[in-house]
C-alpha cells in the first residue's frame, strides 16, 4: 500500500479572504486562489495541466476558471461533494499523475457560504423542491447539517456520558490559535462557558459549537516530488491519502450500528498503513470541525484515543499548541471560516514549512517565538508529520498523511 508514499508533494497552498460578503462571483474567487496557489509554488499557470474542483451545486467549473488564468487542461474533473473532497481529491490527483494524464495539478474549492448558497437550509436552498431521498428528511425537520448529525451526538453522550463542558474545549483551542491568525473571520477567544451560554440551535448544539459560514476560495497544487525541487518552498510529501471512505451503509446516517461509530474507523488502518505510521507519530491534526462534536468523533475513531474517551482527549489540553497534538492551528472552521474542508490542509503545509502566517515578525522568514499568548504565534515546534480528517457526515470520511 505504501508504494506511492513521498513520491507525490503540495507545493502550493493559496486563499482568498474569508468574509460574510465577498462582492465577488466564485469564478472571481476561485481564479484568485488558485493564482496565489501557483505563485505561493513558484511557478506558472502553464505549468499547471490539471484542475480538480468540487462543490454542491454552488461554484463555477473548473474550466471556465482555468480558461480565466491561461490554464491548459490534459485533465480536468468537477465533482460534487462537500467536506471529505480535499483528501480524496489528492489522491485522485495523485492518481491522474500516477498514469500519465498529466504532471502538476491545481486542486480548488470556491464557494459564496454565506451571501449565496448556504449549507444551512437557508437562502437559496430553502427555495428548492423536496424531492427524492429528501422526503425522508426535511419534512421531518431534518435540513440542516446540525439537525442531520445531532442524534449521533446525542447518542454519544447517553453511551459515553460525554458532556457539553468537555466538547466546548473544542471552540476553545481554536479560538485561541484563531486569535493568532491575522486571517481569521473570529479571532476573540472563547471559554467554556462562553460556548455554553450560547444560545442552542438544535440539541446538544448550541450556537459556539457550530462553525462559521463564510464566502471564500481555497487551491492546493500537487506534483510529483521530482518535480517538487523546483519549487519555492519545501514540499509537503505526501505519506498516505484514502477518500470517500463510508461505513457499512453509505447512504443513510443511522441505519448502520453503532450510529457513534463514524467513517474514519475504516479509513485509519488503510492511511495508517499506507504511510507506515501510527496515531502516536503524528505531531499536529486538522479535524473537520463543522461542529465541536465531529472534531471529537474522528480523534476518536482514528485511533488518537480510545472510543468513549473523546470527551476528555479534547478537553485535557492536548489539542492546543503547546499540547501534545495541537489540532487546527489556523482556528478551523469554527473560527478561521468554513472552507468545506480545504483550509485545514493548506494549514498543516504551512505548518510543515515551518512559516505559519501568525504574528511573529520574521514569521514570513519561519523565525518564530512559540509565545502563543494572544496576538502571537501559532507556529506548532518540531513539527514533522501531520494528519488531516477529513468529514463529509458519519458515514463518510478521508484521511491525509504529510511530513516535512
Known sequence: MGRLTDKYCIVGVGETSYSKNSGKTTRAMGAEAIHNAIVDAGITAADVNGVLSYHGGDST???EIAADLGIRHDFYMDCSGGGSSTEALVGLAIGAIEVG???TVAIFRSMNGYSEVRIGGTGRRSAAPVVGSQLLQRPYGMVSAGQNFAPVFMRHMMEYGTTSEQLAAVKVAHSKHASNNPKAYYKQRYTVEDVLNSRWICKPLHLLDCCVETDN???IIVTSAERARDMRHPPAYIMGVVGRVTKKRGDTFYNDAPITDVAGKYAAKRVFEMAGVGPEDIHATGSYDAFTFTTMLQLEDYGFCKKGEGGEYVSSGIIEIGGKRP???SGGHLCEGYTHGMSMVIENVRQLRGRVDDY????????HTYDY???GCRQVKDVEI???LGWA???TGSALIMRR
Open 327 to 329: 489540532n487546527n492551528t
Open 393 to 395: 457526515n458519519p458515514v
Open 386 to 388: 501531520t494528519m488531516n
Open 217 to 219: 476560495a481555497t487551491a
Open 61 to 63: 467549473p473548473g474550466p
Open 373 to 375: 499568548s494572544e496576538g
Open 360 to 367: 511573529c515578525p520574521q514569521a514570513h522568514e519561519g523565525i
Open 101 to 103: 494524464m498529466c504532471e
